[in-house]
């Protein structure tokens, strides 16, 4: 099933982002590739049609934009421009949008080491983004534990998604937005304030990827199959 509206990855030329954007292409969803510059958001939209065909639904603009297009939107931004693009996109963000959020608040945007995460006054990235979106947006942590190399690779990911938000509906939207992801089992992690542990993981699978060379990823076992469904 088509989620029937566009999906704006803001952010989406870096390797996170372009790597959701191509998965979700790939599944045939409509995808606006969002950067601060319009040319490079196009480039990266014409790659995506390159390797998925000229059916690819896929375009690029910049951030304000692409938002303005539609009403679901992920952040794939390093920590250090999050609250600054927010804050730049909130008169654009329409009512009643969700907001994804992959970012982790890594140490490394301010020079420290890519194995820690930074103390975010909110509790985490996504609780920041809640605090800054408008009222009545819905933010849904999702997507911080599925690697870029995973996503830019071919075949399916062998990760699960866990899927952190307040609003129960938003979540499951983006429950099912996880599963169009060859490989991808998504599950309801529970509240927003759950998003500070995702964020943790990173740091975590980032230091077993250096320590053992490799692109680790998450799956979660012991669980009903109910817990695995999408609706
Ligand atoms: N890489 C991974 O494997 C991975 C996995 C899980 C989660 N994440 C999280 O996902 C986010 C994106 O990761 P990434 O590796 O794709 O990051 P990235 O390459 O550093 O950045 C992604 C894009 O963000 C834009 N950007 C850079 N600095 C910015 C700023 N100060 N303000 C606004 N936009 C800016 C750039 O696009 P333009 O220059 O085109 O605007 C860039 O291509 C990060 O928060 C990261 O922690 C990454």
């Known amino acids: 099933m088509n989620t029937s509206r566009p999906i704006a990855v803001l952010g989406g030329t870096g390797p996170e982002g372009f790597g959701l954007a191509l998965r979700w292409a790939q599944a045939g969803e409509t995808v606006i590739i969002g950067s601060r510059d319009a040319q490079r958001a196009q480039d990266a939209a014409e790659k995506i049609k390159q390797r998925v065909g000229a059916s690819a639904k896929i375009s690029g603009s910049e951030n304000i934009a692409a938002c303005s297009a539609t009403d ?99 979540g499951q939207v983006v429950r099912s937005l996880a599963t169009k992801i060859p490989g991808v089992r998504a599950i309801d992690g529970g509240k927003l304030e759950n998003a500070r542990i995702l964020e943790q993981i990173t740091a975590l699978l980032i230091g077993l990827n250096i320590r053992h060379k490799g692109h680790s990823g998450i799956r979660i076992t012991g669980l009903p199959q109910a817990a695995y469904d999408v609706m």
């Not at 995460?117 to 997507?143: D, I, N």
Request: contains cysteine; aromatic residues 4%.
């Open 72 to 170: 679901l939107l992920v952040l794939t931004i390093p920590f250090e421009g999050h609250a600054a693009l927010l804050k730049q996109l909130k008169p654009a963000i329409r009512p009643g949008s969700i907001v994804i959020d992959a970012t982790v608040p890594l140490a490394a945007s301010v020079g420290g080491r890519a194995t820690r995460t930074l103390g975010v006054w909110q509790g985490s990235a996504a609780q920041q983004t809640a605090e800054l979106v408008p009222k009545g947006v819905s933010v849904v942590a999702a997507f911080q534990n599925l690697g870029a190399e995973l996503l830019n690779a071919d075949g399916p990911v062998d990760c699960d998604v866990i899927v952190c938000s307040d609003d129960p509906n938003a």
